[in-house]
C-alpha cells in the first residue's frame, strides 16, 4: 500500500515524474507512463485508466518534459495520444472528438493525512454502471413527486418538530381556574451574621491583595506558549494526465509547547465570613418581626466599629412568606411570597381563587382572594 512508501528510505523532491501502468493482457507491470506508450512485452497499448502513482523508491524522473495537457484518447481504437496530436498515432483517426484521459487526482506526502491507494475501483465502476442499465439498482436521487428523498426526510422532520414545539407551548401555558381556601399562613425572617476571620487563600502573585499576609510564593508553571521548532516538507503529486505526474512541495514550520511559569502565592488575608444564620418565625396572627437583638448579643458581640479579628456584623436580610391552600379536591399546596406585602391579605378560612398548569399546580402568581 502506499501508506508504507514514508518509511522506505529517503522521499524524492518536487519535480516531474512518470506514472506507472500494468499490463493487463501480459501482466508486465511498473510500466513507465510516458515512456511506454505500449506494453514493450506484448504490444498492447497503454491504457490511462490503469496508470497509477509509484511508490517512492520507483520514482523515475522525466527530463526536461513538454507539457502540453493531458492525453486524448483516441475515438476509433482508445489509444492516448499526446494532446497536441491531431491524428492518432495508432490506426490514423481524427482526434478532435476524443475525450481527456481520466487522470488518478491528487496524492498528498507527508502531511499526516492518510495516503490511501489513489487508483480508482475501474472494474466496481464499470460493475454498478452495468447494473444500473439493466435496472437491478436504481440511480442515485430517485425522486417522489418531484422531491428528492432528503428533501422529504427534512420536511418531515421539520413537520414533527413543528407539532413537538406546539405541544410543549400548549402545556406550558395551559392554565384552569380553580377555587380554595387558606389553611395556614406563616412567615420566616433571617439575619446572616457574619465574623472577621484570618481566611486562608492563595492565587497568582499579582492577584495578591494587597492587605495579605503571611505570603509564600513557589513557582509554577501557568501557561504553554507555542514557539518554532523546524520545519517539516509537505508534498503534493498531481497527475497529469498524460502519463507524468508533478510532485509539488512547501516547507512547513513546526512548533513546540513551551511551559511559561510565574509566583504560585498562598497567604492569609482577614476577611468577613458567614458563621451562621439568626432566625424568627410566625405562623397564624403572629405579626412578622426580625430576630431580635438580644437574641444576637446572648451569642456574640455585634460591632460596627473598626474591626478586630473575632468580631461579628449583620449581613444579608432576608424574608419569606408563605400561604397554605386546600383546593377542592382535598389537595394541600404551599405559595410563597418575598414581599410581606403580597402575603398580608391572606388569613386562615379565606376563599381564594387562582389557576392550575396542566398537571394541576398552583400557578401562585394568580392567587387572589375570592369575590
Ligand atoms: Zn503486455
Ligand atoms: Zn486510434
Not at 497499448?45 to 520507483?58: S, V
Not at 425572617?189 to 495578591?208: C, Y
Not at 506558549?225 to 508533478?246: M, Y
Request: glycine residues 8%.
Amino acid at each position: 500500500m502506499a501508506g508504507s512508501q514514508e518509511s522506505s528510505g529517503e522521499r524524492r523532491g518536487a519535480g516531474t515524474y512518470q506514472m506507472l501502468w500494468d499490463c493487463k493482457f501480459c501482466g508486465t507491470q511498473k510500466l513507465l507512463g510516458v515512456t511506454h506508450r505500449h506494453c514493450p512485452n506484448c504490444g498492447a497499448a497503454q491504457d490511462p485508466e490503469q496508470r497509477y502513482f509509484p511508490a517512492e523508491e520507483d520514482m523515475v524522473a522525466v527530463e526536461d518534459h513538454p507539457y502540453v495537457g493531458a492525453d486524448k484518447i483516441c475515438p476509433a481504437c482508445q489509444q492516448p495520444n499526446s494532446a497536441a496530436s491531431t491524428y492518432c498515432t495508432e490506426c490514423g483517426a481524427d482526434l478532435a472528438s476524443g475525450v481527456v484521459a481520466p487522470t488518478q487526482g491528487v496524492r498528498e506526502i507527508g502531511t499526516g493525512r492518510a495516503e490511501t491507494d489513489t487508483r480508482r475501483d475501474v472494474v466496481k465502476d464499470k460493475f454498478d454502471a452495468e447494473m444500473v442499465r439493466a435496472g437491478v439498482t436504481k440511480p442515485p436521487g430517485r425522486t417522489f413527486l418531484g422531491l428528492s428523498r432528503n428533501v422529504w426526510l427534512a420536511i418531515i422532520a421539520a413537520v414533527l418538530l413543528i407539532i413537538c414545539c406546539g405541544g410543549a407551548v400548549y402545556a406550558l401555558t395551559y392554565r384552569a381556574d380553580a377555587e380554595a381556601t387558606v389553611s395556614a399562613v406563616s412567615w420566616e425572617r433571617t439575619i446572616t451574621i457574619e465574623s472577621f476571620q484570618a481566611v486562608p487563600d492563595s492565587a497568582w502573585e499579582d492577584d495578591v491583595p494587597g492587605d495579605a499576609y503571611d505570603i509564600s510564593c513557589q513557582r509554577k508553571q501557568r501557561d504553554t506558549r507555542q514557539v518554532p521548532d523546524g520545519s517539516h516538507e509537505e508534498c503534493a503529486d498531481v497527475d497529469q494526465g498524460d502519463g507524468s505526474f508533478r510532485r509539488e512541495c512547501r516547507t512547513v514550520q513546526d512548533y513546540r509547547d513551551e511551559p511559561v511559569y510565574d509566583d504560585w502565592c498562598r497567604f492569609t488575608a482577614n476577611r468577613w465570613v458567614y458563621v451562621r444564620d439568626l432566625k424568627a418565625s410566625g405562623a397564624g396572627d403572629d405579626p412578622p418581626a426580625w430576630p431580635s437583638q438580644t437574641l444576637a448579643l446572648s451569642t456574640g458581640a455585634l460591632t460596627t466599629g473598626p474591626a478586630s479579628l473575632g468580631s461579628e456584623r449583620e449581613g444579608a436580610r432576608r424574608e419569606q412568606y408563605a400561604v397554605v391552600i386546600r383546593l377542592k379536591n382535598g389537595k394541600e399546596q404551599t405559595c410563597r411570597f418575598d414581599s410581606e406585602a403580597d402575603w398580608t391579605q391572606y388569613r386562615a378560612g379565606l376563599a381564594v381563587s387562582l389557576k392550575l398548569d396542566i398537571v394541576g399546580n398552583a400557578d401562585c402568581a394568580t392567587l387572589k382572594p375570592a369575590g
